[in-house]
């Protein structure tokens, strides 16, 4: 994707053109961000960003209607293996950002596109607890 918004780049004629070359360098400045933060991650850079759970974290939820959940946080999406995208979160969604701060038998609540969910963290154990 980026050789090709490179190429776009020398196409640059009227001012459709212009425009697009303006969002085709949003693109490659997104692109250049996301692979700065993967190989912060992959280089074992910030474990852990202000107000998120580190990478690795799990944890078990008591919903209200009485439901338990194990879920794992992940820093990077791709990390999620296939079948597992219903007990992974990733630590910037409202769930991931919802455990930082909390510790075992804290309320919290985040929100969903369903509405505000409130649940009670059962367990709560970050990567660095396991020996």
């Known amino acids: 994707m980026v050789a090709e918004v490179r190429d776009q ?3 640059v004629g009227d001012r459709a053109d212009e425009a697009n070359a303006l969002e085709s360098g949003e ?8 692979i700065s933060r993967v190989t912060d991650l992959l280089a074992g850079g910030p474990g852990r960003a202000p107000g998120q759970v580190p990478d690795g974290t799990t944890a078990t939820l008591r919903f209200e209607d009485g439901t338990e959940q194990a879920v794992r946080a992940v820093a ?7 079948g597992q995208h ?11 950002l919802a455990l930082a701060g909390h510790r075992a038998g804290d309320t919290i609540s985040y929100s969903t ?19």
């Open 9 to 11: 780049e020398s196409d």
């Open 27 to 34: 693109d490659l400045a997104a692109i250049d961000e996301r």
């Open 76 to 82: 990077i999406i791709e990390e999620i293996a296939s």
């Open 86 to 96: 219903e007990v992974a979160v990733t630590t910037d969604s409202p769930l991931g």
């Open 113 to 131: 596109p369903g509405g505000e969910v409130r649940a009670q963290i059962l367990s709560l154990e970050f990567p660095g607890d396991r020996a």
